[in-house]
């Protein structure tokens, strides 16, 4: 196994740049905050403008397939500043579908569907609930009886918003893909109340619906996908622990008690320097997932499932310790600490929580006891 390139190209600096540029204009937390108070919590036109003005939803799509042919160590650059800024926008669920999609290209409609998603024209997501780790056994909560499907999902990722959904199913054959259209006559989606205001999930519920089935190794699919997610994953969670370091820090330098400035007590700078390690440990954890993710394999599970046993808990950290050093004005509605910690939170039981991770890790390297 060779070491994994840790470091930045010229390339990713750039995509960073023009990203963040971007979400600074379009989505600063106060805009966020309103959003999330409003019945239009996901910002579709800015989703559009990252999928089909940047390009972003097709980076790992391939060329042939319509896409821009990139790594995920790309994706993990967008991943970051999309977690600094907690966007609102249906990434992680049109990830999973682009992804699972791209193992079924071969299957009728697929090749002309991937560019709506590509381009942001429409939003996908995968049937799973969000808290499904990759090495999961494959769902059995959607049976399929001929090219109908009638079952209940919950606590399916950017569900609300989502044109397609591509539902794990077990048929005569076994287990299987269907591509559904959630406009069609037997689907219902209910959304849940949601921990993180920024990234909603919701309960899918089939009643003999109409669907299509994709075909391709199901498993092996449904696996890279949520592989791929995870690993993904990581890199968000870094960036929103970055955040939360960042605005810590400032806040840090800018508020005096007793006539100086806070950051200038030990304790609070050893609670920083603490958190500063901790964050450059995970951006290591998840470029070297990012780096991996390129190839497959238990080497790529490897690296993801030590990205995500580290990074998830690390996020909280994180979140938590901005929301005690920001003092009484962290507590308040009015600042965004609430909408960092709402998001770190939901992440850490995403794909896997770390002790499931560690647990597989333990497996991955022979020291099941």
């Known amino acids: 196994m060779s070491a994994p390139d840790l470091l930045y190209s010229e390339v990713e600096d750039d995509l960073r740049a023009g990203v963040r ?17 409003s019945d239009q919590p996901y910002d579709l036109e800015l989703w559009r403008t990252l999928a089909g003005g940047l390009g972003l939803a097709a980076l790992l799509v391939p060329e042939e397939l319509g896409g821009a042919g990139a790594s995920a160590r790309e994706l993990g650059v967008v991943a970051e500043e999309l977690g600094r800024a907690v966007a609102p926008v249906p990434f992680l669920g049109n990830l999973l579908a682009t992804t699972a999609l791209t193992g079924c290209a071969d299957a009728e409609g697929v090749r002309e569907l991937l560019p709506r998603l590509s381009d942001g024209s429409l939003v996908g997501t995968v049937a799973v609930p969000l808290t499904t780790a990759p090495h999961a056994p494959f769902p059995s909560a959607v049976k399929a009886e001929g090219a109908t499907l009638t079952g209940t999902v919950t606590s399916v990722v950017d569900l609300e918003v989502a044109d397609r959904v591509l539902v794990p199913a077990t048929d005569e054959d076994g287990p299987a893909l269907y591509l559904v259209d959630t406009s069609a006559a037997g689907v219902t989606t209910t959304p849940a109340t949601p921990l993180d205001l920024t990234r909603r999930i ?10 299509q089935r994709v075909g391709g190794d199901a498993a092996r699919v449904l696996r890279r996908a949520l592989t791929v997610a995870a690993g993904t994953l990581a890199s968000e969670q870094t960036g929103l622990a970055q955040l939360c370091l960042d605005s810590t820090v400032e806040y840090a330098l800018t508020r005096y008690q007793f006539g100086r400035q806070i950051g200038s007590f030990q304790a609070v700078k050893h609670r920083l320097a603490d958190l ?13 997932a990012a780096d991996a993710l390129t190839g497959s394999g238990e080497e790529t599970e490897l690296a993801v499932a030590v990205a995500q046993a580290y990074c998830s808990d690390l996020v909280v950290l994180a979140a938590e310790e901005a929301l005690q050093l920001h003092g009484g004005i962290g507590m308040t509605w009015e600042h965004p600490v609430h909408l960092y910690l709402g998001r770190a939170k939901s992440s850490q039981l995403a794909f896997g929580i770390a002790e499931r991770h560690r647990a597989r890790i333990a497996e991955l390297v022979g020291l099941e006891s």
Do not use: K, N
Not at 23 to 37: F, I, N, P, Q
Not at 202 to 211: I, K, P, R
Not at 276 to 288: E, K, N
């Open 21 to 37: 540029r971007l979400l600074r204009d379009r989505c600063d937390w106060t805009s966020v905050l309103a959003r999330c108070e």
């Open 276 to 288: 500063w390690s901790g964050v450059s440990t995970a951006r290591a954890a998840a470029r070297g």
């Open 202 to 211: 919701g309960t899918l519920d089939l009643s003999a619906v109409a669907a």
